[in-house]
């Protein structure tokens, strides 16, 4: 009998102290972001939001008591070294990856992940992402399909346009955002004039910009990634283009204000997210990010650091550390800023991992990105 | 028409550009036998080299100058004596290597301490336009047409017309024979560094902000550069001249009339039909080609 005791109390001292060191093993989430070649801008922003937010909730006593082992590596914004990194992280034990941003990237990494049935939270944004029936891919930010028929609205009320140009970088970000505005412009019966692609990295965009002034339409949609984006808008007021300038997400981006400079002022865009949205969490992060970093955050700071809380709030949802059981958990979910506030704006997910949220129309004046509308979810319509 | 004539103006004045740092290819191959594969990352080096001491509170004109003087010191008589100078005797190739060694390391220095996102820079030139005839031009394409040009055309002149100039000339042509006249050919070629560090510097303030200052907007550049000189002719000066404004027009052309997605193989394809047809390069003399 004493024997059997002692036995008893051996195997729950042995739980206990397995328990306890479960309970210390950080949780490893593995960031795979563009920290050099076209992508560095955005997969910096998002790297260090990501960072930003593992910084504060360990913190706070991290996630269901363990603590968040946040590791970045680079993809050169390539989609191949992405791949390579995403069979690298779910060797290594991911619980979750971050990123990357760039969709031609996630697209392809994203197989690594499913297969290895890994949540996968992406910045991409194009529509492609959600639509090849993953279950373990999740948006940190609107899909195309979503946010382009609000701006194709925007320019329809608000700029009374006839007919739109359409400059757009030639990868799957651009491509994809390409074919879903053309889409939603002739949904609101507006004619699409010149159809001007641009090369990923093009530095030189005179010849693009000349076809937009022969072309003569009222408006020029430009969808490029940020540095592209500056100096289209760089050349578009060097050579003196006068129509409205309206783009999605990264037109009015921080770093494009920053290296437009001047030329940045009077461009408009829809974007998801804006570390300059009249919320109050939404200005607290962005002081924060300010405090940390000496830098003011883009929209991808937000989306890194709002993945890494949805990875916070969803896995204390649960109850568990559990890939399968959080994936799982996602589709459907929604979480509020009042019980969370980490996740800045009210969010729902659907079954494909798309999101949904309160985005906003943001002006550029004097150097400033400035939010001129607040417009509701889909789902709130 | 007047579209056509625009794609000229801009693309000549971006031609000027390239041709800035392919002479400075054409002068090192000239005076020492160097092919400087670091060209590129001599122009990426004096950008960040202005930023820097504009963030510590220069006016962009004095942070040219301190750029110069740097520019001269480092990648122009630092370069030739740790790299040059050591490996020149064991010919071109090992010369090669060593230079795309250096734009590597230029490269990781640069991303190290800038991150690998692209800075701002500042133009030289007020922003705005003007019309002639029709045709927009921007002050900023004037200014670098007029800037570049006036530097190849006094270079030339210096090249051709001036003691020092025709010393230089003569120890690129035959080092033996320059120095039986008592040339000093050391400090000729120390002189032919010095120049393509200041090129460098002047193609980074013109160039930059379009470019946007990064750690590897030297390659693009260097490649440009290296097309031009070969195009217009390696043992020419005036040759970088003809191939940098033939690359910087074709470009333009291409992407408004063609693709801009066949824009950047211009230049190589340039490349490789001046090479077939006129190896030596349009304006390059057969006979004294090395290469």
């Known amino acids: 009998m004493k024997l059997r005791t002692l036995h008893l109390v051996t195997a729950a001292l042995f739980a206990l102290a397995t328990g306890a060191a479960s309970a210390q093993q950080p949780i490893l989430i593995s960031g795979l972001v563009e920290l050099s070649g076209t992508?560095?801008?955005?997969?910096?922003?998002?790297?260090?939001?990501?960072?930003?937010?593992?910084?504060?909730?360990?913190?706070?006593?991290?996630?269901?008591?363990?603590?968040?082992?946040?590791?970045?590596?680079?993809?050169?914004?390539?989609?191949?070294?992405?791949?390579?990194?995403?069979?690298?992280?779910?060797?290594?034990?991911?619980?979750?990856?971050?990123?990357?941003?760039?969709?031609?990237?996630?697209?392809?990494?994203?197989?690594?992940?499913?297969?290895?049935?890994?949540?996968?939270?992406?910045?991409?944004?194009?529509?492609?992402?959600?639509e090849k029936g993953n279950p373990f891919i999740f948006r940190?930010?609107?899909?195309?399909?979503?946010?382009?028929?609000?701006?194709?609205?925007?320019?329809?009320?608000?700029?009374?346009?006839?007919?739109?140009?359409?400059?757009w970088v030639n990868n799957d970000f651009g491509k994809g955002g390409r074919d879903m505005i053309v889409k939603a412009l002739g949904a609101e019966g507006i004619k699409v004039g010149a159809d001007i692609p641009t090369e990923p990295g093009q530095v030189d965009f005179s010849s693009a910009?000349?076809?937009?002034?022969?072309?003569?339409?009222?408006?020029?949609?430009?969808?490029?990634?940020?540095?592209?984006?500056?100096?289209?808008?760089?050349?578009?007021?060097?050579?003196?283009?006068?129509?409205?300038?309206?783009?999605?997400?990264?037109?009015?981006?921080?770093?494009?204000?920053?290296?437009?400079?001047?030329?940045?002022?009077g461009a408009i865009a829809h974007v998801g997210l804006t570390a300059d949205a009249p919320l109050a969490p939404v200005k607290a992060f962005d002081a924060a990010f300010q405090k940390e970093y000496k830098a003011k955050s883009d929209h991808n700071g937000l989306k890194g650091y709002t993945a890494m809380y949805f990875v916070k709030v969803m896995t204390e949802r649960i109850g568990k550390v559990d890939g399968k059981a959080l994936a799982a958990a996602m589709h459907g979910a929604k979480m509020t800023v009042k019980d969370n506030p980490g996740v800045l704006m009210d969010v729902t997910f659907d079954n494909k991992g798309d999101l949904d949220?309160?985005?906003?129309?943001?002006?550029?004046?004097?150097?400033?990105?400035v939010v001129t509308d607040v417009l509701p979810p889909l789902g709130a319509k | 028409m007047n579209d056509f004539i625009q794609l000229i103006v801009s693309g000549t004045a971006t031609g000027t550009i390239y041709a800035l740092a392919g002479l400075g290819f054409t002068l090192?191959?000239?005076?020492?036998?160097?092919?400087?594969?670091?060209q590129?990352?001599?122009?990426?080096?004096?950008?960040?080299?202005?930023?820097?001491?504009?963030?510590?509170?220069?006016?962009?004109?004095?942070?040219?100058?301190?750029?110069?003087?740097?520019?001269?010191?480092?990648?122009?008589?630092?370069?030739?004596?740790?790299?040059?100078?050591?490996?020149?005797?064991?010919?071109?190739?090992?010369?090669?290597?060593?230079?795309?060694?250096?734009?590597?390391?230029?490269?990781?220095v640069v991303?190290?301490?800038?991150?690998?996102?692209?800075?701002?820079?500042?133009?030289?030139?007020?922003?705005?336009?003007?019309?002639?005839?029709?045709?927009?031009?921007?002050?900023?394409?004037?200014g670098t047409l007029i800037l570049a040009a006036a530097i190849v055309i006094a270079l030339q002149v210096f090249v051709t017309r001036t003691m020092t100039g025709r010393a230089m000339q003569a120890v690129a042509q035959n080092t033996d024979a320059a120095r039986t006249l008592g040339i000093d050919a050391k400090r000729m070629v120390l002189y032919t560094f010095l120049i393509n560090a200041i090129l460098a510097t002047v193609t980074a303030l013109l160039i930059t902000p379009t470019y946007l200052a990064k750690f590897d907007m030297g390659e693009s550049i260097g490649l440009k550069a290296f097309f031009a000189?070969?195009?217009?002719?390696?043992?020419?000066?005036?040759?970088?001249?003809?191939?940098?404004?033939?690359?910087?027009?074709?470009?333009?052309?291409?992407?408004?009339?063609?693709?801009?997605?066949?824009?950047?193989?211009?230049?190589?394809?340039?490349?490789?039909?001046?090479?077939?047809?006129r190896p030596e390069g349009l304006l390059g003399t057969a006979e004294e080609r090395k290469v």
């Open chain 1, 39 to 130: 992508g560095a801008t955005s997969g910096t922003n998002f790297d260090n939001g990501a960072k930003l937010a593992a910084k504060e909730i360990n913190a706070a006593g991290g996630i269901l008591g363990r603590k968040i082992e946040y590791t970045s590596s680079d993809t050169q914004s390539n989609p191949a070294i992405a791949k390579a990194l995403a069979q690298k992280a779910v060797d290594a034990g991911a619980y979750v990856v971050l990123g990357p941003v760039f969709s031609g990237s996630i697209l392809v990494s994203m197989e690594e992940t499913r297969r290895a049935q890994v949540p996968n939270f992406t910045g991409g944004e194009a529509a492609a992402i959600t």
């Open chain 1, 140 to 167: 940190t930010s609107m899909t195309q399909a979503a946010a382009m028929p609000k701006v194709a609205r925007y320019i329809q009320n608000n700029l009374k346009a006839k007919s739109v140009d359409v400059m």
């Open chain 1, 209 to 265: 910009v000349l076809k937009a002034k022969q072309s003569n339409s009222d408006v020029l949609f430009v969808y490029t990634n940020e540095e592209e984006s500056a100096r289209a808008l760089r050349e578009l007021r060097k050579q003196a283009y006068a129509k409205p300038i309206i783009g999605e997400t990264t037109l009015t981006g921080q770093k494009v204000i920053e290296l437009a400079g001047d030329a940045a002022n």
């Open chain 1, 357 to 369: 949220r309160e985005t906003f129309m943001t002006k550029v004046v004097d150097g400033k990105q």
């Open chain 2, 28 to 38: 090192l191959w000239q005076a020492s036998g160097t092919i400087n594969f670091a």
């Open chain 2, 40 to 108: 590129g990352e001599f122009v990426m080096l004096p950008a960040f080299i202005m930023l820097f001491c504009m963030m510590a509170g220069a006016p962009l004109w004095l942070a040219f100058l301190l750029t110069c003087a740097f520019a001269m010191l480092v990648l122009g008589a630092g370069f030739k004596k740790v790299i040059v100078d050591p490996l020149i005797h064991h010919g071109v190739i090992p010369l090669v290597i060593a230079t795309l060694g250096v734009a590597m390391v230029l490269k990781t």
């Open chain 2, 111 to 142: 991303r190290a301490g800038y991150s690998a996102e692209a800075q701002q820079f500042p133009s030289s030139f007020p922003a705005g336009q003007f019309s002639l005839a029709g045709i927009t031009i921007s002050y900023a394409d004037v």
């Open chain 2, 229 to 277: 000189a070969i195009i217009g002719g390696f043992n020419q000066t005036r040759g970088a001249l003809l191939g940098g404004v033939l690359i910087g027009i074709l470009e333009n052309l291409v992407g408004f009339y063609w693709s801009p997605a066949y824009k950047e193989g211009v230049a190589l394809m340039l490349f490789l039909v001046v090479i077939l047809w």
